[in-house]
């Protein structure tokens, strides 16, 4: 009788052990799926100017940690496992090379960044605002962005092949009362391009904020 117990419990013992494995490893996982198939997708961007359709995995099992806490809420403009290329943004100086997104949906900011629906487009006159996860622990798409400093370029090429050239103009934090705001599409006639990512690991709260303006040659 003790014998199968202390084989119980040793049974015990090592599913415990497992399940906390497998949980301490769940987001990491996911996070080096969701950018298994950005890479793939940035690489066809590369190899065939054009393509402005994309089939990505669509599966709640690839959710972001966090993202049903976003305060902003993106379920009215549709979640589709299609989703519609406006360019590639690339930040030299913090290492992103992402594919941008016409959708705003939850979907989208998993496989990359994506453009609030009342933005201007890259290259327009007004504010176009980029919008785009961040998460130190697994390494999500804006994890760094707020070591970018004033003066840093920032590209975005359209489907076209056409690339944008962008200097960050200044940084900020935003409190949620001033994100509307924020992302307002200007009537300016300048180009500018907003990018907004979380100012805290969980999301919640303040907004941290690059704004960049087109350089024209």
């Known amino acids: 009788?003790?014998?199968?117990?202390?084989?119980?419990?040793?049974?015990?013992?090592?599913?415990?052990?497992?399940?906390?494995?497998?949980?301490?490893f769940k987001e990491p996982f996911k996070s080096l799926v969701r950018q298994r198939v950005i890479e793939r997708i940035v690489t066809d961007i590369e190899t065939a100017q054009g393509n402005i359709e994309f089939q990505v995995p669509a599966t709640d099992c690839l959710a972001v940690n966090g993202e049903e806490d976003l305060d902003i809420d993106l379920s009215s403009f549709g979640q589709s496992d299609t989703l519609h290329l406006a360019g590639l943004l690339e930040i030299p100086s913090i290492g992103v090379t992402e594919p941008?997104?016409?959708?705003?949906s939850r979907l989208a900011l998993r496989y990359?960044?994506?453009?609030?629906?009342?933005?201007?487009?890259?290259?327009?006159?007004g504010?176009?605002?980029?919008?785009?996860?961040?998460?130190?622990?697994?390494s999500t798409i804006f994890c760094h962005l707020q070591e970018i400093e004033t003066g840093a370029k920032v590209y975005f090429t359209l489907p076209s092949g056409e690339k944008?050239?962008?200097?960050?103009?200044r940084t900020l934090?935003?409190?949620?009362?001033?994100?509307?705001?924020?992302?307002?599409?200007?009537?300016?006639?300048?180009?500018?391009?907003?990018?907004?990512?979380c100012a805290t690991e969980l999301g919640a709260g303040y907004r941290?904020?690059?704004?960049?303006?087109?350089i024209r040659d």
């Open 173 to 197: 934090n935003v409190a949620p009362k001033d994100i509307e705001r924020l992302i307002e599409k200007s009537a300016s006639k300048e180009s500018q391009l907003t990018i907004i990512t």
């Open 127 to 138: 504010n176009c605002t980029i919008l785009g996860h961040r998460n130190r622990h697994i």
């Open 164 to 169: 944008l050239e962008y200097e960050v103009s």
């Open 208 to 214: 941290f904020a690059a704004v960049c303006r087109l």
């Open 100 to 104: 941008c997104w016409i959708e705003c």
């Open 1 to 24: 009788m003790k014998r199968i117990v202390r084989v119980a419990g040793t049974a015990v013992c090592i599913l415990v052990f497992l399940s906390s494995l497998a949980y301490a």
């Open 112 to 125: 990359g960044v994506c453009i609030w629906p009342d933005s201007a487009m890259p290259g327009e006159a």
